[in-house]
């Protein structure tokens, strides 16, 4: 690589992932509150329905929805996918900037909820959300964002825990009501889209981490046709 910089310049800063946010204060401080009790909320490695999926797919553009901590968009930049990663919590993207840099890749970072990103329609090869929280809407504003992104010939890979949409509201404060499940995104598709696995499957996951305790996962696998 040339160092074309005028010596004794200094070299410009790379762009913070919390330049700007895009989305609803309080869900940002939701989220950041949530990663801020622990100094790492997941594991660290990707996600095994991720490693799954992609294994037979030739690296393009993604999009990983939800990236949090950002395991699954180090492991996508390492195997020369061009990786766009978006979360809405500044701590989590801060955490995953940082693993990025220690990797040695580079990931484009977009501190926004996805409803409310200012993404390029129609242009990731790969669109991944693994086990996001995403919220309902009755215009169906997730749904359409998930879709939306795709590019003709690209896939759409929604994984989800299994039995958390049939689940009764607890005292937390969950309601499986008040999110989008991977049946909701399977009825959203039209003859544009080929669906080419829906199925509930034993997961692989990752060892340690919130969430490890679940076993089961929903994949959703989706190819635009055009």
Request: hydrophobic residues 45%; charged residues 20%; aromatic residues 6%.
């Amino acid at each position: 690589m040339t160092d074309n910089s005028t010596a004794g310049s200094p070299a410009p800063a790379a762009p913070s992932p919390l330049d700007g946010y895009a989305g609803d204060p309080a869900v940002r401080a939701e989220w950041d509150g949530i990663y801020a009790e622990r100094r790492q909320l997941w594991s660290g490695r990707p996600n095994g329905a991720l490693v799954a999926e992609v294994a037979g797919l030739t690296p393009g553009r993604v999009l990983d929805v939800g990236c949090g901590e950002g395991a699954d968009a180090v492991w996508l930049a390492r195997r020369g996918w061009d990786v766009t990663a978006l979360e809405v919590s500044g701590v989590a993207l801060e955490r995953a900037a940082g693993h990025a840099r220690d990797a040695g890749v580079t990931v484009r970072w977009v501190h926004a909820t996805l409803t409310d990103a200012q993404l390029p329609p129609a242009s990731f090869d790969l669109v991944s959300a693994q086990y996001p929280a995403l919220l309902r809407t009755p215009d169906a504003a997730a749904e359409r964002a998930l879709t939306a992104a795709v590019a003709v010939g690209g896939v759409l890979l929604l994984v989800h825990h299994a039995g958390m949409d049939t689940r009764q509201p607890d005292e937390g404060g969950f309601d499986p009501a008040d999110y989008v499940w991977p049946s909701m995104v399977t009825a959203h598709l039209g003859d544009d889209w080929v669906v080419e696995v829906d199925e509930q499957r034993a997961r692989v996951a990752p060892e340690g981490g919130a969430g490890a305790h679940h076993t089961d996962d929903l994949v959703l696998r989706a190819r635009r046709l055009r």
